[in-house]
Structures are given as C-alpha cells and as structure tokens.
C-alpha cells in the first residue's frame, strides 16, 4: 500500500469551507500528515470547494487540469465541499486522474475514504443530509484570535437562484451543548472572537427538540464566554425575531453588527427570488433592529442581473442601499446554477450590464463608508487587535464591534487585545485612529 506523509489543502467559497478544511487538517494530522503549503509536493491534494457561482467552480476545474500536468507523479488528489456535493461521482467520470470526491456531509469519511483510495478504489460519498458524526474539536485554527463555531448545517430556504440548499442539504441544528462546551473551550484557549456559523442562524433549533432558539442559545453563550466577542452570520431576513434584537441590545459578548441580506430592493424580484419578505418587510424589521439597537451595523448581499431585472428595478436596489444605510455589502452578478429554479428562467440581462450595475453597487458602497467614516470622526470605539498592519510595520490593525477595520500605530504586543481607539480619519474602507489611553486614576 502506497504511503501517504504530506498533504496539501486549498478552501474556496465561504467561512464554513473555511472552517470545514480546519476539520479536514485536523483529521488528517491525527492520521499523522503533515501539513505543507507547496502543491507540487504533497502526497495529498485536497480541494475543499465552492459552487455558489460560475467563477468559484471555474477555478478549481482550471487548478484540476493544470495539476494534473504539473504532478506527472500522481498524487492522491481529492475534491471535498460544495461542488464534490452538487457534482458527485461525475467528477470521478471528468478527471480520470481523481481519486475521491467527498461531500459536505461526509467530512467525518475522511479517513477512511483515503485508506480506500491507497487500497486502489476510487470513491465518491456524498450523503444528503448532515449526520452530527463531524468532530468540530479536531478542528486545527489558522488564527489564535478569531474562531468560528459551527451552529447549523445546511438550509430549508430554496432561494430560487441558490445551490446550497442542493450542496449542504436540508437545515441540522447541532447540539447546544456542544457549541457552548466548544464556545467555553476556545475563550479557555485564548481566542478573543467567536463566529457563530450557519447558512441562516436564525434557524437555529426549528429542526430539533430541544425548544431552545438562536436568542437563547447566545444567552447560554454569553454565560461563559466572559470578554470574548461574539458574531454571528448569516441571517435571513424573514427569520430575524424580535427576540434576537433584544438579545444583541443585552447580551454584552454580541457585537452590534448584522449580516442581513437584501439580495434586491424589487418586489418583483424579491418574489421571482422566494425570498418570502417585501422591501416594506425588510425595512420594518431594519427599524425595529435600529429602536432596539441604535448604534447597530447592518451588512448585507446583493444580486443584480436576476433574470428580467429592469434597470427601473435595479435602480430600485440602489435606493434601498441608500436608505438603509449599510455599513459593509457584498455584491454579486447573478449566475445560473443548474438544477436550480432560476436556471430554468432566460439568463437575460447581458454580462455588460450586469457589471455596470456590479459596479455602480461598489461605488454606493464606498460613498456609504465615507459617509459612516465622517459620522465616526472623533469618537472613540473598541478595536480587537487582530495582527500588524500589512503596508506599515508600526501599525496594528484590528476590528470594530461594527466590523470596521481600523488601523492605528502600534506593536505587536498589542495583538489579542482590546484597545479604545479615537477615529481620526479615513482611507477607502478602513478607518485611522489613534489609541486612546485611559486617564490615571
Ligand atoms: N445563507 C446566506 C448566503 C449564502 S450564499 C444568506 O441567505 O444570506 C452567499 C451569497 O451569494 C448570497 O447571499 C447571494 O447574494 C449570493 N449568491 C447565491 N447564489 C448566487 C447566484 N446563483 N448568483 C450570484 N450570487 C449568488
Ligand atoms: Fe441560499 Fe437562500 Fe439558503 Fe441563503 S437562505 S443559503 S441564499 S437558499
Ligand atoms: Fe459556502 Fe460556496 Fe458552499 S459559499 S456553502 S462553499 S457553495
């Protein structure tokens, strides 16, 4: 039997990928690999995929072939995450040259799969529907400051344009002690952030029985995390409670910031999307969050091209990220996924227009910051020092409660710390401060 000593992994796609290939090294140490970061050497090549858009599945098909001409030596060379779960055993068809494709599901497999693989079979285990059997606690952090702590896997949403409900299956909540024990474990550890990760938190516990909601889960959190930061992400709109809102405003570990995608500002369009709420929904839920939370960072995601978006409609868009005022955004040219309900629908707005709206969304969003950039001149927020600065050596870099990233002059002693910072400008998205030191007693 071959034997395997390196490997090499790659993680496209979001902060759950992310976390999920934390996992993966994690197992694969245990198994006694070492982990190396040249591709042309390891043993092993894992690519932990996305498939959300064209672009993310188009990179790691490019990287396959590519490789596959590069390492003449063969490697053993396996496909995990989104796209092994949405494309299965088809994968193993398209590249002769791959050995296994292992679901998101199926992440506990690992070990296994690869002692199959060195006993000469190819393997493609891609389950449905996720099966609490995942050890979270194997999980090798890349960062000693920020950890995200898995709350939920998958989604019941069915947005029409959106695969993950095909890729990470139906919604499964994982126990509440778990993620408490877990949340307890990382603050013991040193960690100063936790990221509470799911494709919508809000669902947290609908699926199970233990009557135990997302508000009520960051209650028993906030029990034991002591200073340690808490976020959470992604919220659905239709989903965010009254109850949650009161949770942010008094839980002191939940940061003031939330991820609240609008996706488009149309009726008609939202509808076309199934996102189950109106832009008349959406803002009374905005002000509602904003009575209960005065000083609340709202972000949001945003697709434009939606098959038979209107430029009226998009424009619809636009003046709906004006008025709500967002403090971060990610924007996203509509891409057919197949298989999904919008597939089926003419992909009609030209490429070119989708850019310009792209575009035009991108620089709203900078007008906003500087916008929120001049309100913050002056006062003073709590930065979490998170590393040096990349461009300055004598400066740290760190992030608001609100998720603004702010660099001030400093050193590396500052890092894992909780500094007042006074805002005295601003470049792009990034605000300039200065420490502010307490008086003496
Ligand atoms: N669960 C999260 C987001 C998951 S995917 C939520 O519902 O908010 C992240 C973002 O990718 C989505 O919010 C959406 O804006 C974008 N997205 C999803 N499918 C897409 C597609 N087919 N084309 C373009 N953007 C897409
Ligand atoms: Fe996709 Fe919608 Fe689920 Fe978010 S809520 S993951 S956009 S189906
Ligand atoms: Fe994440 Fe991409 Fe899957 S965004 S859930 S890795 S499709």
Redesign the pocket.
């Known amino acids: 039997m071959r034997q395997l000593r390196t490997f090499y992994i790659r993680t496209?796609?979001?902060?759950?990928?992310e976390l999920d290939s934390e996992v993966i090294t994690g197992m694969l140490e245990r198994r006694g690999l070492i982990e190396v970061d040249d591709e042309l050497q390891a043993d092993l090549l894992i690519f932990?995929?996305?498939?959300?858009r064209d672009l993310?599945e188009r990179k790691v098909l490019g990287k396959l072939g590519q490789l596959h001409r590069a390492r003449p030596d063969r490697p053993v060379i396996g496909i995990t995450?989104?796209?092994a779960s949405v494309k299965k055993e088809k994968l193993l068809e398209k590249f002769p040259f791959l050995d296994f494709v292992l679901g998101?599901n199926d992440i506990h497999l690992l070990s296994e799969v690869v002692t199959q693989v060195l006993q000469g079979q190819r393997v493609a285990q891609t389950a449905e529907t996720f099966s609490h059997e995942l050890e979270y606690d194997l999980a090798k952090r890349k960062d000693s400051i920020k950890a995200s702590v898995s709350i939920i896997r998958g989604c019941n949403k069915h947005c029409t344009y959106c695969?993950?409900p095909y890729?990470?299956g139906k919604e499964v909540s994982r126990p509440p002690k778990e993620i408490i024990d877990e949340c307890k474990r990382l603050v013991d550890g040193g960690y100063k952030e936790i990221t509470l990760l799911g494709?919508n938190v809000n669902s947290y516990g609908k699926d199970a029985d233990w009557n135990i909601h997302f508000h009520d889960l960051l209650g028993e959190i906030d029990k034991v995390v002591g200073h340690c930061r808490v976020r959470f992400l992604t919220s659905h709109p239709v989903d965010i409670t009254e109850n949650l809102m009161m949770a942010i405003r008094d839980l002191d570990s939940v940061c003031e910031c939330v991820h609240f995608p609008l996706q488009a500002g149309s009726n008609r369009i939202l509808q076309k999307m199934h996102r189950m709420y109106t832009k008349e929904e959406y803002r009374e839920k905005v002000h509602l969050l904003k009575m209960h939370v005065p000083d609340i960072a709202l972000g949001t995601d945003i697709i434009v091209g939606f098959p038979s978006e209107t430029e009226e409609e998009f424009l619809e868009t636009l003046t709906a990220m004006e008025e709500f005022a967002y403090s971060f955004g990610f924007i996203f040219a509509y891409s057919p996924r197949k298989g999904t309900p919008a597939s089926r629908w003419v992909d009609d707005v030209p490429k070119e227009v989708k850019e310009e709206r792209l575009h035009t969304l991108l620089s709203l969003l900078d007008q906003l910051s500087q916008k929120e950039a001049s309100h913050l001149m002056g006062s003073t927020c709590e930065v979490l020092v998170e590393s040096m600065s990349a461009k300055n050596e004598k400066m740290v870099k760190g992030r608001t409660r609100t998720w603004k990233q702010v660099v001030f002059k400093g050193d590396s002693s500052l890092i894992g710390t909780l500094q007042n910072v006074r805002i005295v400008g601003s470049s792009n998205q990034t605000l300039m401060g200065h420490m502010f030191h307490d008086p003496p007693l």
């Open positions: 496209y796609g979001c902060q759950m990928n932990n995929t996305c498939s959300v993310a995450g989104c796209m998101t695969i993950v890729s990470r494709q």
